[in-house]
């Protein structure tokens, strides 16, 4: 929860660029989600996983925050386990976000 | 420049310090001697990063930090003092490490240091003190971790020393030059080989090859060459593939490289993901997890779909989102 006011800032700067941040959420309850969504001013959509849920376990996500940063073609390209930090992010977003533009 | 760094960091440390009051001890018999000690460092570190935000330029900023700096001094010499006089006292282990944290090097920390393995060398919270500066990549971390090898004769703790100097000097060995670096690869090598024999050294290998790194990867070599038991050696290949996963994934190391030891790491796994072995099974389970890893969830691999409902029960998935730069979060708002 700690990274979403960066996040938020993220989501802004790239507005009408090539790239989504989308969630996946662990929380028990989908009012937990919600309420999150509501409280911290969290735009963007999120799937619902829930405790243990299915997507968490296939993608063997044990703790969080955990990140995974894909190139438009789909490909991971990066991956965080602990908050790298909001600049970590933010130049490898923008690297990918050039590459895509160059890549059309 | 580098120096004030570090001061700036005794501040900060202080400041976690002051928040978490001596950690361990029961108010049950304080000693007020140290107690005192402590609660004046506190007071003069509040005070002085007050007067450091105050501070007007890079000239007031550096009398504060000045003058903070030789009141510290003041304080771990007492502090010492104190540790010295009271090596049985339940205060004196902790005001040790304190004065380690205030100061990272120096006079009074390489005194603090002696105490440490004068006095407290068969302390457990020694052994672990002494691999949290290693962690840290402070200056006084060998110098602890020798004196506590030669001192504590527990053989879990020699054990974790040995293993600690020997990611110590390894990390040594890849700044030196040429002629050293060899030197302190034979006394890496010579680590890893005595703890290899240790009776605990598959679990050692274990938790090494979780943290990853070349330690790791030598200790698990050195006992795989010398195990003969199947169940040993199959705990310990999958260790290997650990190993050299998490060196794959390192940054700074090319593709050819990533790619070479991913293969390698497949290799194994496959093996021991094949197994029939009612033995095995654990190995063979945790195996064919860090394939699928391997195969979907690195870097360089495609993503898998994601498919599921948002909290209003809308479905979507990720394959939606193709031809975008996708961050994947995963949060919770625990």
Do not use: C, M, R, W
């Given at each position: 929860m700690a990274m979403v006011p960066h996040e938020r800032s993220l989501v802004k700067k790239m507005e009408g660029k090539p790239f989504v941040l989308l969630g996946v959420d662990l929380d028990n309850q989908k009012s937990d989600e919600l309420a999150a969504e509501k409280d911290k001013k969290i735009t963007w959509r999120s799937w619902?996983?829930?405790?243990?849920g299915p997507i968490a376990k296939e993608w063997q996500v044990?703790?969080?925050p955990a990140l995974y940063l894909l190139d438009s073609q789909g490909v991971i390209r990066y991956k965080w386990l602990?908050?790298?930090g909001g600049e970590v992010i933010d130049k490898a977003v923008e690297k990918l976000v050039k590459e895509a533009a160059a890549n059309k | 420049m580098r120096h004030r760094w570090r001061w700036l960091i005794a501040v900060l440390a202080l400041a976690a310090v002051a928040a978490a009051?001596?950690?361990?001890?029961?108010?049950?018999?304080?000693?007020a001697e140290y107690t005192g000690l402590v609660k004046q460092v506190q007071q003069a570190q509040a005070k002085a990063s007050q007067a450091y935000e105050k501070a007007q330029g890079e000239q007031a900023k550096q009398k504060v930090l000045a003058n903070y700096r030789a009141q510290l001094q003041e304080y771990t010499r007492r502090i010492l003092a104190f540790a010295e006089k009271h090596?049985?006292?339940?205060?004196a282990f902790e005001a040790l490490s304190f004065v380690l944290q205030l100061v990272p090097q120096g006079p009074e920390a390489d005194k603090a240091v002696a105490l440490l393995a004068k006095?407290?060398?068969?302390?457990p919270d020694a052994v672990e003190l002494a691999e949290e500066l290693a962690q840290a990549d402070s200056p006084e971390a060998e110098t602890l971790v020798r004196a506590l090898l030669s001192r504590n004769r527990d053989a879990k703790a020699q054990d974790n020393l040995k293993l600690t100097l020997a990611d110590l000097l390894q990390s040594k060995a890849e700044k030196a030059g040429a002629t050293q670096a060899q030197k302190l690869e034979k006394e890496v090598d010579d680590l890893v080989d005595q703890v290899a024999g240790s009776k605990d050294a598959v679990e050692l290998a274990q938790t090494a090859a979780q943290a990853g790194g070349a330690v790791a990867e030598k200790l698990v070599r050195a006992i795989l060459a010398r195990s003969t038991d199947p169940k040993s050696k199959a705990t310990l290949n999958l260790s290997l593939a650990q190993v050299l996963k998490a060196r794959a994934e390192?940054?700074?190391?090319s593709a050819a490289e990533a790619k070479r030891l991913e293969e390698a790491a497949a290799d194994l796994l496959g093996k021991l993901a094949g197994s029939k072995v009612a033995d095995l099974k654990d190995v063979a389970a945790q195996a064919k997890e860090l394939l699928f890893a391997l195969h979907h969830?690195?870097?360089?691999k495609v993503a898998l779909n994601i498919q599921g409902e948002d909290a209003d029960g809308k479905k979507f998935k990720?394959?939606?989102?193709?031809g975008k730069v996708v961050l994947l979060d995963f949060w919770a708002s625990w």
């Open positions: 619902f996983d829930g405790k243990e044990h703790g969080i602990g908050n790298p | 009051e001596p950690p361990g001890n029961k108010p049950a018999k304080p000693d090596p049985k006292n339940e205060h006095d407290h060398a068969t302390n390192k940054s700074g190391v969830l690195s870097v360089g990720l394959k939606d989102y193709q």
